[in-house]
């Protein structure tokens, strides 16, 4: 192995990473976390026992160097060859996988005002290696861009058009996943992968995306990561009047709308602060974090329907991430409420975490693919840097 392709996912308090081999095959992965109180460093190489080490200092900077060290220690001989980023938004119209330059960069910095709990963090690393190692190729890869070619009548919100002029319109996220999911259908499940499939990315973030022929035609998630499914602390589509009572009624500001719209909703709000994780929630006895579970189902369910018409029907449904790959029972209660679909369950394979967990006679396929936006970064990366040292 000659060189590593470095993929990094960075987020307010963490930096997530994986390093792949020349034929791109995943060799370590970890994260930093607790970078703003108590940063600690944590890898697992392949073959190889997880460890775990503090970073003397806070901050991404500290991060990133303890990284690019430990990466330089592990590898010994072995230089980076390109950078991927996961970024939340490139902007209006959506770009695909970017090279990192100037221009990218005033162009991402300009959007900080629309994402400012995500994006100065992605860029945060981008800034870094290009202190520490000018010359690395880096390139970014957006959470939004799957959604392109999403139809304008998904994108539009019915408001005053010169905001929607300004790029105040529906973008999506979760891309990266369900270019991944997407992908692997195609392998998995040729027979509907080109098919009307809608995509249940059920996580802490949780979103739906309604996909014909490989494609985004229809997504929950709207401007911003609010609008769709309750989720761990955020809660989903709500009544916009509920947020102008907070402030009239209740003297909300922007930074405490904010805390009530990120960090307090969602299954942590409906259950009564008894957790966000959702396998607490199942493990709990209280009727609030039974409501708060049954909520969550019912919304899923609402959204299915609703992207089904996006689709004018529904052959196969995909359920990935935490709650999607690993929950039998959250998965068993949705197709519960899908049977008018003629969604028709394999009990025994839905238990077992199958690939297919749909019986053979379901009017719509079933199936869990657990996705890896890593990947899907990677090889996006490989690509735009391969095809640039090809460019005359
Ligand atoms: P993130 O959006 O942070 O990447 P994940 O995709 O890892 O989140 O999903 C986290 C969620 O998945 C949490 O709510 C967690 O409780 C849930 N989860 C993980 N495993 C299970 C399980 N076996 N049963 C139910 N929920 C699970």
Redesign the pocket.
Known sequence: MDTLLLVLNAGSSSVKFAAYGDGLEEICSGQAEGLLTAPRFQARRQGCEAESHTIPATGHDAAIAFLASWLRGAFPGTGLSAVGHRVVHGGDPAPGPSLVTDDLLVRLQALIPQMPLHLPHNLAPIHILRRLLPGLPQVACFDTSFHRTMPRVEQLFAIPRALIAEGVRRYGFHGLSYQYVARRLCEVAPEVAGRRVVIA??????SMCAVEGGRSVATTMGFTGLDGLP??TRPGAIDPGILLYLMEAKGLDARAMEDFLYRRSG?LGLSGGI????????ASDAPEAAEAVDFFVHRCCREIGSLTAALHGLDALVF???????????RAAICRGLDWLGVELDDAANAANAATISRPESRVAVLVVP?DENRVIAEDTRSLVQGKERAP
Request: hydrophobic share 40%; net charge negative.
């Open positions: 990315h059920l996580g802490s973030g949780a989720m761990g299954l957790s966000n994780d959702m396998r607490e929630l199942l990935t991430a935490g709650i999607g790959e690993r929950s039998a029972a959250i996705t």
